[in-house]
């Protein structure tokens, strides 16, 4: 049985103005481990250096997250919405303390 685990996680919309990219999220692009290419065109994309995968390109709509462990992937919208469900904060919070 897989125990549940508890990620940070937004969708990635590659609008210029999108408000809801997470600190973590600024963080990689400041350190180099992400750039968003193309920006502002129809085909605009990030790419997320990883340690795992190598280079990971995220498309509009695709989900960007991180795990308890501080490391980064994506998911299709699709697949995110059909394995992940929200958590209050407070659950958030507690899951990520134990860890």
Same mark, same amino acid.
């Given at each position: 049985? =897989?125990?549940?685990? %508890? %990620?940070?996680?937004?969708?990635?919309?590659?609008? #210029?103005?999108?408000?809801?990219?997470? &600190?973590?999220? *600024?963080?990689?692009? =400041?350190?180099?481990?992400? *750039?968003?290419? *193309?920006? +502002? /065109?129809?085909?605009?994309?990030?790419?997320?250096?990883?340690?795992?995968? +190598? *280079? #990971?390109? %995220?498309?509009?709509?695709?989900?960007?997250?991180? /795990?308890?462990? +501080?490391?980064?992937?994506?998911?299709?919208?699709?697949?995110?919405?059909?394995?992940?469900?929200? %958590? &209050?904060?407070? &659950?958030?919070?507690? &899951?990520?303390?134990?860890?």
């Amino acid at each position: 049985i =897989k125990k549940p685990v %508890v %990620v940070d996680a937004f969708q990635w919309t590659g609008d #210029m103005n999108q408000k809801e990219d997470p &600190e973590w999220f *600024l963080k990689i692009i =400041k350190e180099d481990r992400a *750039l968003i290419a *193309l920006a +502002g /065109s129809p085909a605009v994309h990030v790419r997320i250096k990883t340690k795992i995968d +190598g *280079l #990971m390109i %995220v498309h509009r709509g695709d989900y960007i997250i991180r /795990s308890a462990k +501080g490391e980064i992937y994506w998911c299709k919208k699709d697949d995110f919405k059909a394995t992940y469900e929200p %958590v &209050e904060e407070k &659950e958030a919070i507690h &899951e990520h303390k134990d860890i």
